[in-house]
């Protein structure tokens, strides 16, 4: 369950009011110094303590074959070992969400059998997906061209995903687990109330290299954790890389968010969808 493609927004009088990359960081609250061992425990701890604060018993998460998902699985599993040792109860549920068949389910096997959840369900989204887009169609919804309905029902897929993990974590006293970091939300890549929603962040603030190290000091299999990115989103073009989405390199958009200097061409068009994508990172408004 992962990102779908952001459309190419943006304007002269957005581009006028664009910030600096420090306030950029800021925002996204990028950690300025980054250890993997000291920061995988920060974050276990953060898991488990947030899951025994709120009196829930459970943490759930869909496993999509990615990295993102692999690191914040295999965090969460250690966090609720870590309160049933206490003498807490608490379980870490991992969820397989397919759209029928999905061209990585290897990889995603290799994850659920390295993270060794506590339970795993299955729920293949096809079924819902597809009714909702034929029940879209046949009130009258113009869907668009082939590849914008392709687009629209992505977002459909992130979204019925999203109502699965929800309706599970209803189901056992859970809370959500996204995998949002600072890399995809620079970028605004992620459903808005799909992939998007979720109760807490254990990846927050990391850029995508940062969440590599995390999976490597979890001792998680390197071609998992070195794995190219996919929302895999796209029916009509499955595994199509973020890369190719968002037209500069996860390195590049990791180097803005360390605060390195980049290709001044790259920056602005990191700046645009940032700006563009204001939308998914804010609360809905309501009036004054």
């Known amino acids: 369950m992962r990102r779908p493609r ?24 990028v950690l300025r110094d980054f250890d993997p061992g ?32 692999l ?22 549920v991992a969820m397989r969400l397919p759209y029928g068949r999905q061209h990585d389910a290897a990889e995603a096997a290799r994850c659920i059998a390295f993270i060794a959840p506590d339970r795993v369900h299955e729920v ?17 919804v113009d869907l668009g061209d082939a590849g914008t309905a392709d687009f629209l029902v992505g977002n459909i897929k992130a979204r019925a995903r999203m109502v699965a993990q929800y309706a599970a974590a209803g189901a056992c006293d859970g809370l959500v687990i996204g995998t949002d970091h600072a890399a995809e939300a620079l970028m605004g ?30 001792g998680a299999p390197a071609e998992l954790v070195m794995k190219v990115p996919t929302a895999d989103l796209e029916s009509l073009a499955p595994l199509k890389p973020d890369e190719q989405a968002f037209g500069v390199s996860y390195d590049t958009i ?7 200097p980049i290709d001044p061409a790259a920056e602005r ?9 204001a939308h998914k990172r804010a609360p809905a408004r309501r009036p004054a």
């Open 6 to 29: 952001s459309r190419p927004e943006g304007s002269a009088a957005v581009m006028d009011a664009r910030p600096s990359q420090a306030q950029v960081l800021q925002e996204l609250q």
């Open 189 to 218: 890549f992620f459903t808005k109330h799909g992939d998007g929603a979720a109760d807490v962040l254990p990846l927050a603030g990391l850029s995508k290299r940062r969440v590599r190290a995390l999976g490597l000091a979890l």
């Open 254 to 260: 990791d180097d803005y968010l360390e605060g390195l």
């Open 71 to 92: 690191v914040a699985g295999a965090m969460a599993q250690r966090a609720v070992s870590r309160l049933r040792a206490a003498g807490t109860r608490a379980e870490f």
């Open 124 to 140: 293949d989204v096809q079924c819902t997906v597809d009714a909702l887009r034929a029940a879209l169609l046949a009130a009258g």
């Open 38 to 69: 000291p920061e995988l425990e920060r974050r276990v701890a953060f898991l488990a303590e947030d899951l025994r604060a709120s009196g829930r018993r459970a943490l759930v998460l869909g496993i999509s074959g990615g990295v993102d998902s």
């Open 269 to 277: 068009r990191i700046v645009a969808q940032y700006l563009a994508t």
